[in-house]
């Protein structure tokens, strides 16, 4: 069973629109909070990441929100744009450990 | 530029047949990843390796081995392919001091027939 449990499996918005991702986990353990974008006939690669001691994270049009008690975190697109149509996956580490759980990803389709 | 490079990105085996995917990483990163990705389902860790000569079993590595005989080059070996293994294979490899971030090849395509 996935230790990252992610939604919606896909979504469409309009340009200009705010998609958004959220993603639930349930090992305390965890620490690190990455999120990767992959276009297709491309390997992911990592776009933003969170650590548990900030409750938000923002890097240009994307913004990473973290609940700690409630365990969950979610990816927000500012102004999405068609460029921003990919998958994106969430993930969660332990830093003392080098392997990724990945949630099953999230297609985001921008529309003109 | 970190560079993963995957030997194959469309690959055509027959069931029963052995099968070799290879990666290769040019960073000098000790650590690397093999995954597949199936639609729904995300990515799921195979197996992966953090020095030569060593591996551990990641979620499903079960049909699959690995090896890594060289710092840069890491193999995946579906021992006798069933058509189950049809998939995209997707590798990865990161710095030790770094573990976080882990840096994709652009995948292998594998049709099991």
């Known amino acids: 069973q996935q230790q990252v449990k992610q939604s919606p499996q896909s979504l469409i918005v309009q340009k200009g629109g705010i998609p958004i991702i959220n993603c639930a986990y349930e090992?305390?353990?965890?620490?690190?909070f990455p999120w990767y974008q992959q276009f297709p006939g491309k390997g992911p690669a990592l776009l933003i990441a969170?650590?548990?001691?900030?409750s938000e994270k923002k890097e240009g049009r994307f913004t990473i929100s973290f609940n700690k008690s409630a365990k969950q975190f979610s990816l927000h697109i500012m102004d999405s744009q068609p460029g921003d149509s990919a998958t994106y996956f969430c993930?969660?580490?332990?830093?003392?450990?080098?392997?990724?759980?990945f949630g099953a990803g999230t297609t985001v389709t921008v529309r003109a | 530029d970190v560079k993963v490079t995957q030997s194959s990105r469309y690959l055509v085996k027959r069931t029963g047949e052995k099968v070799f995917l290879e990666c290769v990483q040019d960073m000098d990163h000790e650590n690397m990843f093999w995954y597949r990705q199936d639609p729904g389902l995300g990515l799921r860790l195979i197996y992966f390796?953090?020095?030569?000569?060593?591996?551990e079993k990641g979620d499903i590595p079960e049909g699959y081995s690995v090896s890594r005989e060289k710092k840069e080059r890491f193999s995946l070996i579906l021992e006798s392919a069933s058509t189950n293994q049809t998939s995209m294979y997707l590798c990865a490899s990161s710095l030790a001091g770094r573990k976080d971030t882990q840096y994709f090849g652009p995948g292998t395509r594998l049709t099991v027939l």
């Open positions: 390796s953090y020095d030569v000569k060593m591996k």
């Open positions: 993930a969660a580490s332990m830093l003392s450990y080098p392997r990724l759980s």
């Open positions: 969170i650590r548990p001691d900030v």
């Open positions: 090992n305390t353990a965890f620490d690190y």
